[in-house]
Structure formats: C-alpha cells, structure tokens
C-alpha cells in the first residue's frame, strides 16, 4: 500500500508533528523561493526533502533551526513558534538540533576530538575532563571512528570526516537530526555507509530526521516520507512507493534523471555547436 500525506487540509499539528511550517514563504528580492509551504515533520521518523538543484531545499531546511526567517509564515518547534525568536533564544532552541550542513566542515586546526567537544563547551562548563573524554569516544564508537580522537581533519578522507561531522552533530543529544546533501561528493560505498548511519542513529537514539538530498538511492533507502519540492511547492508526498509512482511529469523526471525539454533544447543546441568544434574523422590522429 502506498501511502501518500497528498490532499490533507492542513499540516498535522497534534503530538505526532514536531517541527510545523505555516504557509511558509521565502522571497531573496523577486525570486520566490518557497511559497506557502505547509509541512508538519513526524516524530521519531524520517523525512527526505527532495528535487533539483536550486528548488530550494537548503533554504528550507534552514528555516527549521531559524537559520533563515520567513518571509512570511511560520515556524514552530514542539508548538513554540520559533521563527520571531532572538538569538539567545534560538541558541537555546537549537541545542534540541543536529546539523549536518553542505560544507559544515570541521575545525582544521581542531583534533577530532576538540571537534566534538565545541558544541558542548559552547553551552556546559565541563569540569569533569574524563567524562568529557568518555562522551566523545561513545559518539565517535556510533559512527565506527573510536580510537581516531587525536586525528588532525586532515588525515581523514572525505567519508570520516562526513562521520566525525556526524558524531559532533549528535554531541548534545539532539531530538532533531538535519542533514544537508550528506552523500553528495561521496562514491557509492561510502555513501550507502553515511545512509546506514542515518538510519542506525534513528533507531538507536528514536530522533527524527530531516535529510535533504537529491541522490534516490539514498532516498529511497532512508526515507519513511519522501517531499519533493518543485516550484517553491511541495508537489509530492509520501512513501517510496508513492513517489516511485507518481504521476506528476516533475517527479518522474527528477526520479529517473531526465532532463526535461526545455535543457534539451539547450543541449541540442549546444551539441551542434560543439560538433562544429571537432575535426572531421578522416583527420584524427
Ligand atoms: N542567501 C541567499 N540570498 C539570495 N538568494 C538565495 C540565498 N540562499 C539561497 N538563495 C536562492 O534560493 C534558491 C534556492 O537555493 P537552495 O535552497 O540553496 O537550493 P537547493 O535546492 O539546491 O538546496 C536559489 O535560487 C538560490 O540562488
Ligand atoms: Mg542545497
């Protein structure tokens, strides 16, 4: 059975909706970016935002952790309205947040282990040290990487630091995990282990997550809803199946990698141009 949140009235906003947009819409100048969006996140599940590059998913995603405030609409964590909030406030709010964002690199003057600790000497006086130590081995064990606390980010590949990212996203216990593209610039090995460890830290630590990607493999994998995003709206929503088979023209030929006809007519002209470009056959070599 497919299941499919499509056609609902309004964002569900009893106990089971932990983040909730309201009609949120973003502008930047005359490019609107979302428009009226209305998403209530489920606890303890989760969720993969998806679509092309530029639809605006980062975007978003940012407005969950008030990275970003509205244009217009609204945003609320466990019904606390959290857009309107001060900086104070917000820092407080987002101690219930991971974040793994697009370049949310690590420190590199920072060994692996002072990576981990940052987030919590920003907001706990740490006075017992071999706790502290304890803590950052039992995060850096969740994502297979005890033992390399004393590495420079340097020393580590692209995957590790991914994971180390990982292990100091997870530092305060968040409730609320948000990855950015976590796959993205990562061969399929090392992808499908990130996937694995999203889905290992939501089942051992029950947080809900927030993944916004445009790799299907990893969707697909992942995801108990799949949102995709189309024109600042959400055009489909719902399980794997559902969007597999959904018969918007935009999610079919975002799922299957098409472009649509309007980058073809570019690229057909772009082809003649370049095939002007080469020698004829006779001539090579
Ligand atoms: N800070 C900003 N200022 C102006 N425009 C922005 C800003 N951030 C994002 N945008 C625009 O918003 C749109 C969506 O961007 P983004 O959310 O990053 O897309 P993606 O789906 O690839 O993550 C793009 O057109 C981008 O240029
Ligand atoms: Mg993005």
Redesign the pocket.
């Known amino acids: 059975m497919e299941k499919t949140n499509e056609n609902k009235q309004s964002p569900d906003t009893s106990a089971n909706g932990v983040m909730t947009l309201k009609r949120l819409t973003k502008k930047?100048?005359d490019?609107v970016?979302l428009d009226g969006i209305d998403l209530a996140i489920d606890k303890g599940k989760t969720t993969v935002v998806i679509?092309?590059?530029?639809?605006?998913?980062?975007?978003?995603i940012k407005h969950l952790v008030a990275l970003?405030r509205p244009s217009s609409g609204e945003v609320y964590f466990k019904n606390r309205r959290i857009d309107n909030l001060s900086v104070d406030e917000l820092n407080k709010v987002r101690m219930h947040f991971g974040f793994l964002f697009q370049g949310g690199a690590l420190f590199d003057s920072f060994n692996v282990s002072e990576n981990i600790m940052f987030p919590i000497k920003q907001h706990y006086k740490i006075t017992d040290w071999a706790q502290a130590d304890e803590l950052v081995k039992a995060k850096l064990a969740m994502v297979g990487l005890d033992g390399y606390q004393h590495f420079y980010p340097a020393k580590l590949s692209g995957g590790q630091r991914k994971r180390v990212a990982l292990a100091r996203a997870i530092a305060l216990n968040p409730e609320i995990i948000l990855y950015?593209?976590p796959t993205t610039g990562l061969d399929p090995i090392r992808a499908d282990v990130i996937n694995e460890l999203i889905l290992k830290l939501q089942r051992e630590l029950s947080v809900t997550t927030v993944v916004?990607t445009h790799d299907m493999t990893s969707a697909y994998k992942i995801a108990d809803r799949i949102i995709m995003?189309h024109n600042g709206k959400i055009i489909a929503d719902g399980d794997a199946d559902h969007i597999r088979n959904h018969p918007h023209p935009s999610v079919q030929q975002f799922i299957n990698g098409q472009v649509n006809e309007d980058d073809l007519a570019v690229l057909r002209a772009s082809t003649t141009f370049s095939q002007a470009q080469f020698l004829p056959r006779d001539f090579e070599e």
């Open positions: 930047f100048g490019n970016v679509g092309p590059s530029g639809c605006g998913k980062t975007v978003l970003l950015d593209e916004v995003l």
